[in-house]
């Protein structure tokens, strides 16, 4: 499980002072559940993400995850958690096969271990024809599957997606959807950071819309869509921070 209480990440420009860029932000993420951080680009989202995988240190407030404290048990945070980042970041000399037994390795795993989560990675995402082709031949949604298998080789309880459809054609973005979805069947804890809405209803059973740093609303999509009278996800949105004008 996820939880944090009053998180907060405050940074400091020398042209535009205090950005307090997470603020305040209280939420629980639970196993066998897809929570859904909805936000315009800046709202605050990766930031929140990479405070919950150890990548940032907060400034106040704090965050467990799979029951773990994110600032004093950081190595144990990173043991549980897979965390996608916005930036594939992969080598492209490696092949996929390569690259998914390298982060094996790192992560521990048996030469066994890493063969059977090669199997099983390589069906639920599709990477069968690719897999020893290098990267560097593939097409965005090729290293993003890529990522993901790289990512998630051990298995982790918790999984931290950061806009992973961004980019990519219908046919990247349902396997990957599917598959997160498949995470969720299988138990695991997930937090999907998206912007694109149409993402929310597919995929999330709890949506928190971040703006600014702070979490301006939170419910299921359909208490979102009681609360605020609309069922087009974007005008709850948009509702929710205030109006178009404060986007």
Request: hydrophobic letters at 40%.
């Amino acid at each position: 499980m996820i939880e944090t209480c009053n998180l907060t990440k405050v940074f400091h420009d020398k042209k535009r002072g205090e950005i307090r860029a997470v603020d305040n932000v209280s939420l629980t993420c639970r196993p066998g559940r897809i929570y859904g951080l909805l936000g315009a680009n800046g709202a605050g989202k990766t930031t929140t993400l990479r405070l919950l995988a150890t990548l940032l240190r907060p400034t106040s407030g704090g965050a467990t995850v799979a029951g773990f404290d994110t600032a004093t048990d950081s190595a144990r945070v990173r043991a549980s958690v897979g965390f996608l980042a916005t930036s594939t970041a992969l080598y492209g000399r490696l092949t996929a096969r390569e690259t998914i037994a390298y982060f094996g390795r790192l992560n521990g795993l048996t030469a066994d271990q890493i063969a059977s989560r090669t199997r099983e990675l390589t069906a639920a995402l599709d990477l069968g024809e690719f897999l020893d082709r290098r990267v560097e031949k593939y097409s965005t949604g090729m290293k993003q599957k890529t990522s993901i298998a790289r990512t998630l080789v051990h298995d982790p309880a918790v999984l931290i997606f950061d806009e992973p459809t961004v980019g990519l054609d219908v046919m990247a973005a349902r396997t990957i959807a599917r598959f997160v979805r498949d995470c969720r069947a299988r138990g695991k804890t997930v937090i999907y950071s998206t912007h694109v809405m149409s993402e929310v209803d597919k995929i999330c059973d709890i949506v928190g819309i971040i703006h600014h740093g702070r979490l301006v609303a939170e419910g299921t999509p359909a208490e979102l869509r009681q609360r605020y009278g609309e069922q087009d996800m974007e005008e709850i949105f948009i509702r929710a921070i205030g109006g178009e004008e404060a986007v």
